[in-house]
């Protein structure tokens, strides 16, 4: 008997449609190419067959300030050879500030009721003064500034005054140590770097002097410290610290002034981002004014429909991607809503209270904390109106499709829930949401516009309904520039087209739904092979979480008797205990819901998991751990005190 077709969660309502961005887009598509784009899929076909006249629309609909040039795109002879807008002159800088009123462009919350809203004016008057004061300081284009900071209105100020000078801005959360800071910085060699007097976090005053004053130690490129306020002790700690100084006093000769933007290249570098590290020092990842800006102008209005007056959240630190994806939404009309601290202070109430004060529209976070949020008990959509949410954005990980069912029973039942997936190396999305389209479990909605992105088997050949690597076929935007320190290029081609010869091959584990929406199953390099049989680490967690006992899980292939057998490591709720009805349960529930192949050999419970800064599970070192072999840098872990767990486990030997 064949399984009845799946039913959408959500679907918009003709009007919604109707009102959209994509909508409007549409019509200008049409009315330019003369062509006919009845559906999303032959919108997405035109995007990638002719990527000239697809990002020359976008430009024009998203309204980029900047010299456009007459040439959208030169294909050259690869994907790393393509050029789009190769004469244009632009500075993202200038496209974010573009408002300048008295409505609020920043909404900021922290732990302990600290709360603050910026305006438009204030912030361009923020802008211009750290603009004087770089140029003050030397800071001439492709210079880098970079913050160790929380995710304050001062980073996001600081941020835009680099670029709006050519000025490279890279970033990290002070909650990373020393040595995870400076593998990152002392390969970029920063001229300045902006740090915090300390931060709150979980209720707690984390004191970051000595942190601080090793990091300077570590940098001999600086030429200046700059300390912000946020707990009242920035002019004594910058007294305290080598070539430091108070932000107040650094901006005190300098007064408001118009704001100048120097206009770059297309690819000019804008930003450095950082990979995990996990495997050896992090990747040093350059993205360029024009791609960076591009890509997220089409992802925030065509894809999520975020418009001029909306409220923007994503829950993130200044040491992921979704920040500078987030802070891009200034582009786009959108006022931020910045929030540092735990997401669960207050009882878990904080982003909600927040998202309900600031008239949220549009609320981003990660799958782990919608898991951790429903097993809280928590229902949002009980406790809070809740009447701007238009959108849900879920990234980090797989959002099972349990989180799905329970977000529109608890949180709001009319909602584009938009499950995302990208990465730190396209600072953008290769699957994403759509305002316009139908919502199922388990489902990223659909491939973006612009992106050719299809799944390929083992032979590199294209399929639909079975999993494979995620790949992408033709260049876009956002490619990176490239990696700092790689003149010839060959980390940048080791890292993406390897696997495939001129394909983008991103390392992750998915499937193409026959509606066009993708699955994703976790990282292709923690995928599973019990018996030959590949195996997705999400499609065994996806079971897992519905147990309450279960606070989260880690899946690995352990080396065992001339093949693979599947250990799961799990971190327990309190009072649970990991007995043999609890074992027995879990097993059924992974045998039913997956297949006998996903069932762990060994289930194994642990304290604590280890994990990354950005909260990622870190399933590649566990594995290293548990077959003795070395974790090539621990540093690049929130909680590398987690790895000792995993010695010489006796469930392990058996």
């Avoid at 010299?67 to 190769?86: I, N």
């Avoid at 008057?125 to 001062?154: I, Y």
């Avoid at 290769?430 to 390929?456: H, K, S």
């Avoid at 974790?631 to 767990?645: D, G, R, T, Y």
Wanted: aromatic share 10%; glycine share 10%.
């Amino acid at each position: 008997m064949q399984a009845a077709a799946p039913q959408p969660l959500w679907q918009p309502s003709p009007g919604r449609v109707a009102a959209s961005h994509l909508a409007a887009f549409t019509r200008l598509a049409e009315s330019v190419t003369q062509g006919h784009f009845p559906d999303y899929d032959s919108l997405w076909r035109f995007s990638i067959a002719d990527p000239g006249a697809f990002w020359s629309l976008v430009w024009d609909y998203t309204g980029v300030i900047g010299d456009k040039g007459s040439v959208a795109f030169e294909a050259g002879d690869s994907l790393r050879g393509a050029r789009f807008f190769p004469d244009a002159r632009l500075n993202y800088a200038e496209n974010l500030l573009r408002r300048n009123d008295d409505a609020p462009a920043l909404h900021f919350r922290g732990e302990a009721d600290i709360r603050r809203s910026v305006s438009a004016r204030a912030l361009n008057q923020l802008v211009s003064r750290l603009q004087q004061a770089m140029t003050g300081a030397g800071v001439k284009p492709g210079d880098r500034v970079a913050g160790f900071m929380p995710n304050l209105p001062e980073t996001i100020a600081a941020m835009l005054a680099a670029a709006s000078l050519g000025a490279v801005w890279t970033s990290c959360s002070p909650d990373f140590g020393v040595d995870g800071a400076l593998d990152r910085f002392g390969q970029t060699e920063p001229k300045l770097l902006f740090v915090p007097d300390g931060y709150l976090y979980n209720g707690k005053r984390i004191d970051v002097s000595d942190k601080l004053a090793a990091i300077a130690r570590g940098l001999p490129s600086l030429s200046r410290l700059i300390v912000v306020d946020y707990l009242g002790d920035a002019a004594a700690l910058a007294a305290r610290l080598p070539n430091g100084v108070a932000l107040d006093a650094w901006l005190a000769p300098f007064e408001p002034a118009p704001l100048a933007f120097e206009r770059v290249p297309f690819r000019h570098p804008l930003f450095i981002l950082y990979s995990s590290g996990t495997t050896g020092k992090p990747k040093c990842i350059v993205h360029g004014h024009g791609g960076t800006l591009l890509q997220h102008l089409k992802e925030h209005q065509l894809h999520a429909d975020l418009h001029e007056g909306d409220t923007l959240f994503y829950f993130t630190t200044c040491g992921w991607m979704m920040w500078n994806w987030l802070a891009s939404g200034l582009a786009s009309g959108a006022t931020l809503m910045l929030y540092d601290g735990s997401p669960f202070a207050d009882g878990g109430r904080a982003l909600w209270d927040y998202a309900e004060e600031a008239g949220c529209s549009h609320f981003g976070t990660s799958a782990k904390y919608l898991d951790a949020l429903r097993k809280s008990g928590l229902e949002p959509g009980r406790e809070w109106p809740l009447a701007h949410l238009r959108a849900l954005f879920s990234t980090g990980s797989p959002l099972v499709a349990e989180s799905f069912e329970w977000v529109y029973r608890h949180i709001k039942a009319d909602l584009n829930l938009a499950s995302i997936s990208g990465g730190t190396d396209i600072v953008s999305c290769f699957a994403l949401g759509n305002a316009c389209l139908p919502v199922y479990a388990g489902e990223l909605q659909c491939r973006g516009l612009g992106m050719a992105v299809d799944v390929y088997d083992e032979h590199g050949r294209p399929v639909v309904g079975e999993k494979g690597e995620l790949v992408c076929t033709r260049p876009f935007p956002s490619m990176p520039v490239g990696f700092w320190r790689d003149p010839d290029g060959e980390k940048y081609r080791k890292a993406y087209f390897n696997r495939f010869p001129g394909v983008w091959c991103h390392g992750d584990w998915a499937e193409l739904t026959g509606r066009g929406g993708l699955v994703i199953y976790g990282r292709s390099d923690a995928v599973l092979n019990p018996g030959g049989v590949r195996i997705g680490t999400a499609e065994i967690y996806r079971q897992v979480e519905a147990f309450d006992e279960i606070v989260e899980a880690l899946a690995v292939g352990q080396r065992w008797q001339d093949d693979e057998r599947v250990v799961l490591f799990v971190r327990l709720a309190e009072g649970a205990r990991l007995d043999a009805d609890l074992i027995a349960r879990l097993k059924a529930k992974i045998r039913d819901g997956a297949s006998p192949r996903h069932v762990p050999a060994r289930i194994v419970a642990v304290a604590d998991l280890p994990r990354t800064v950005s909260g990622k599970i870190v399933e590649l070192a566990v594995k290293n751990v548990i077959h003795g072999e070395p974790v090539s840098n621990v540093s690049a872990l929130a909680n590398p005190e987690a790895l000792k767990l995993f010695e010489n486990l006796p469930a392990l030997a058996r």
